[in-house]
Structure formats: structure tokens, C-alpha cells
């Protein structure tokens, strides 16, 4: 019997996993961000001494899961699982991160939704009894992530307004059964959801459907409702699809117009020339283990909803005539257990 | 969301994206453009006074302004003119050199054949393609309307 499911698509943690340490490296343009102070790391130079893009993002989120572990003051001996993913094509940047770390692992695609996906599933196997500790990151990288779904860097071509700008980063969070918060006591998983948004440079649209399903799911199987929340914020929405997000939800008889923000939106300035915000893995992973989390230690925040939101696009399904499926998974984090 | 069918959906989100700033990029472009333009001239007019014959001006002029849009891409200029000029960067056989030359470098970290060789033509190749297929479609129509003459 499942004794912890709830509702359609939602668990109740009986024995809420806690957070107890994180770590977030970001690079030159994150770090030049409004987010900046929340950053444990910050790189002068992307590509971090390594040859190439990916070997660079591989680094970056090797760094990230080994400074977590040491920030909760464990070692990668006592971590009984690392769950990783990325966006890259067979997650290189996650089993090349894993390669050296030693870690049972399991490696995750979620494409932007990773973040959520990999803490949904590090609960889970902490509160059935499997795991101790463990170890959930992401990472994206703008220029490895360019060359595999854009155009060369190189290349002179104008980006549209709704097209978002992929994170350079990792984010890495180290979930215990001992701890002492903040936990993760519910987690509802998201279905695929596609309205056929066709467009690559529009993901905000293409994601904001699934958002908005898994929004409603959680408040129905939870009973919680927004005010319920300190603070309720998608992954990498950006301004097109929080816009879509904040009006649709009031359509829907939720007004969210203080609470809601998205990741994507806040990681970046205005002025820096990123259009509708930030993308990518790496979106969700440092605004929650750098803002986050930490402002829920300083006490700003007790209790949070946290929905990575992926966009699952490829571009060989796309150029032959396929929409882009969304999917958005969600968690509540909370100071206190229950 | 499931009182909303798709086609709703889609057209309602459209609505939601920043409309283009058409006349800023038109104007752009035809600044950038007509600079890119113009510097070719100066070439053009530079070898024709140096001596050179009608064709071979027409293949030097080429071959610098290759070498230009080749250059200030390596050194990672010719993508700030390109976001700026737009279709005023694209056109211009400096952006021809911009699409060859970017892939070549981005690439170059999977090798010289399968990195650089095979990547060379990824944004070009099909306006070769059809650039040279078109012309060989006029070039057939011309000899069936005209018998060569």
C-alpha cells in the first residue's frame, strides 16, 4: 500500500528528508547578476581552465556535488546515492562529473526540471529507508548548450525577444534522514504536458502549460493553497511563461501575483541582455541552493514551493514537424516538519 | 488548462511575446549593410586603380572581403555586427565567411575531420545547396528559352 501517496500525484514525506548543506558555483554573467551574494562560487573564466565546453560544465558540477558534501561536513563515502543530470545528449556533463566521485549514481533527464526531479527522488528514497545520505545536482553550461541545440558562438544571428539565455552552473544540495531542516515534506510529480508549442526560442510557452497543471495538481492533492506559501517559484519560466503562469493561474481562481516568481526571471538583470531571462538545468539549481535556501536559513522564507520546469526539446523530434512537451515537478520545502 | 485546446493556447501565447522592433532592425541592417557595402567599394575602387582588369577586381574584392568577415569573426567581432545589423550582416559575403568560420572554430574540439571538416558548411551548406541548385535550374531554363544564343 502506498501509505505516503496523496491526491493524484502527490507524496507526503512521513519522515521529511532534510536539506543539510548546498553549494553553487556560477560563471562571469551569473555572477555579475542580482543574485549574485548568494553564490558560493563565482568563475572569472567559463571555461575553467578545461578544453572544451562540456569538459568545462562536467568540472563545474564535480566541484559543486564535492563542496556541497564537504559544506555538511560528510564525506563522498557516506553518500549513498548522487543523483545528477544535464542537458547535454546522454547527460555527459553528470556521468563525466560522477566519473571520479565514486558515488553510487543515477543519472537523471529532465532537461530543465532536473533540479526538482533528482529532489523528488532523493526524498523518496530517504523516507522509504534506502539512503542516509545523499547527494542531488544539476548543471547547464550557455556555450555547450548553444553548440548543441543553437548556433556557433561565433555566429552573428539576432535572438528573438522570448528567447531565454541557458545558465552557466551547478547547483548542489546534500539531503540527510538526520538533519535539522529545512525539509522536503511533499513532492508532487508532473505529467508531460504539450499544447504544441512548435517554437525553441519560446520554452516559456512551451513550459507554462505544464506549470500551470502541476500548480493546480499539487494544491488540490495537497489541500495547501498559495497563502499557504512564503514563496512559490518555477524554474525557468522566464517573463513570457511567468506572465502566462500568473494569468492563467488567475483564471483558474488563484491569484499569485505576490507570491509567484520564476528562477529564470530573477537569476538575470534586465540590462544584461538576456531577453525573456535564464534557462537550463543550472537555472532551478543555484536560485534554490543559493537564494533559496539560504534566505530560508536566515528566516526570510518558512515555507516554499519549488517547480523546476523542463522544457523536453529535441531538435532532431522538432525539425521533423514535433512539438515541444513541457513538465514541471514540484516540491515543498519547509523549516519545519510538518 | 483543459478548457483551453491547443490552437486557443497557441495563439493566446503568441500574443504573450515581445513584438519585434521591425523598424529599429530595418534601419540597422541598411546601416550595416551599406557599411559593410561600402567598404567593399573602397576595396573595389582600390585594386581598379592598382591596375587590375574587371575580373580580377571582382575576384580580389571577393577574396578581402572574405578575409575581413573571416578575420573579425576569429577575433570575436563579427557576431556583435550581426546581432546588430541583422540581415545587413547576414547578406553581405561577409556573413557567408561568418557562417563558415564560426562552426570551423566551435568545432575544432572534435577534431580536424570530424570537428572542423565535417562541421564546416552546418549553416552554409544548404544556402549552397540551394544557391547553386537554383542557378543550375536558370541556367537550364535560359538554354531551353534562348538555344544558347
Known amino acids: ?338 | 488548462m483543459e478548457n483551453m485546446n491547443k490552437k486557443d493556447y497557441q495563439k493566446y501565447a503568441e500574443k504573450k511575446i515581445p513584438k519585434p522592433t521591425y523598424l529599429k532592425n530595418i534601419i540597422l541592417a541598411f546601416l550595416v549593410g551599406g557599411a559593410i557595402c561600402t567598404v567593399g567599394q573602397m576595396v573595389r575602387a582600390w585594386l581598379t586603380k592598382n591596375g587590375l582588369d574587371e575580373k580580377s577586381v571582382a575576384s580580389g574584392t571577393a577574396i578581402i572581403m572574405v578575409f575581413i568577415g573571416s578575420f573579425l569573426t576569429g577575433l570575436g567581432v563579427y557576431d556583435k555586427i550581426g546581432k546588430v545589423g541583422g540581415a545587413g550582416a547576414a547578406v553581405p559575403i561577409t556573413g557567408f565567411a561568418n557562417a563558415i568560420v564560426s562552426p570551423a572554430m566551435e568545432f575544432k574540439t572534435e577534431g580536424l575531420i570530424f570537428g572542423v571538416a565535417a562541421k564546416l558548411f552546418t549553416i552554409a551548406g544548404p544556402v549552397l545547396v540551394y544557391g547553386v541548385g537554383s542557378s543550375i535550374v536558370v541556367g537550364i531554363l535560359h538554354l531551353l528559352f534562348t538555344r544558347g544564343r
Open chain 1, 1 to 338: 500500500m502506498a501509505i505516503k501517496r496523496i491526491g493524484s500525484q502527490t507524496v507526503k514525506f512521513q519522515n521529511p528528508p532534510s536539506i543539510i548543506s548546498t553549494y553553487t558555483i556560477v560563471g562571469p554573467k551569473e555572477g555579475e547578476g542580482p543574485l549574485k551574494d548568494y553564490f558560493d562560487m563565482i568563475l572569472e573564466d567559463d571555461m575553467w581552465g578545461q578544453e572544451s565546453f562540456e569538459k568545462s560544465e562536467a568540472k563545474i558540477q564535480e566541484e559543486a556535488i564535492k563542496a556541497a558534501i564537504s559544506n555538511g561536513k560528510l564525506t563522498n563515502q557516506d553518500m549513498d546515492y548522487l543523483l545528477a543530470g544535464d542537458l547535454l545528449n546522454q547527460i555527459v556533463s553528470s556521468t563525466y562529473s560522477a566519473r571520479s566521485l565514486s558515488i553510487p549514481y543515477y543519472g537523471l533527464f529532465g532537461a530543465c526540471s532536473t533540479m526538482t526531479e533528482s529532489l523528488s527522488l532523493g526524498a523518496m528514497l530517504i523516507d522509504g529507508g534506502f539512503a542516509d545520505n545523499l547527494v542531488c545536482a544539476t548543471s547547464s553550461h550557455f556555450s555547450s548548450a548553444e553548440r548543441q541545440f543553437r548556433f556557433p558562438l561565433e555566429y552573428g544571428n539576432q535572438r528573438k525577444f522570448s528567447a531565454q539565455w541557458t545558465v552557466t552552473g551547478s547547483g548542489a544540495t546534500v539531503l540527510s534522514a538526520n538533519g535539522n531542516g529545512p525539509y522536503i515534506t511533499y513532492a508532487t510529480t508532473g505529467k508531460i504536458i504539450d499544447m504544441g508549442v512548435k517554437e525553441a526560442d519560446n520554452m516559456g510557452a512551451a513550459m507554462a502549460p505544464a506549470a500551470i497543471d502541476t500548480l493546480l495538481t499539487h494544491f488540490k492533492d495537497t489541500g495547501y493553497s498559495p497563502k499557504d506559501y512564503d514563496l512559490i517559484v518555477s524554474g525557468d519560466l522566464g517573463k513570457v511563461g511567468k506572465a502566462i503562469v500568473l494569468e492563467l493561474m488567475k483564471k483558474e481562481g488563484y491569484d499569485l501575483t505576490d507570491i509567484y516568481t520564476d528562477c529564470g526571471v530573477e537569476v538575470f538583470d534586465i540590462q544584461q541582455d538576456t531577453h525573456a531571462g535564464g534557462s537550463g538545468c543550472g537555472c532551478a539549481a543555484v536560485v534554490l541552493n543559493g537564494y533559496i535556501y539560504k534566505e530560508m536559513m536566515k528566516g526570510k522564507f518558512s515555507r516554499v514551493l519549488v517547480m523546476a520546469t523542463g522544457a523536453l526539446h529535441s531538435p532532431t523530434m522538432n525539425q521533423q514537424g514535433e512539438s515541444i512537451p513541457g513538465i514541471a515537478h514540484a516540491i515543498t520545502i519547509d523549516v519545519n516538519k510538518d
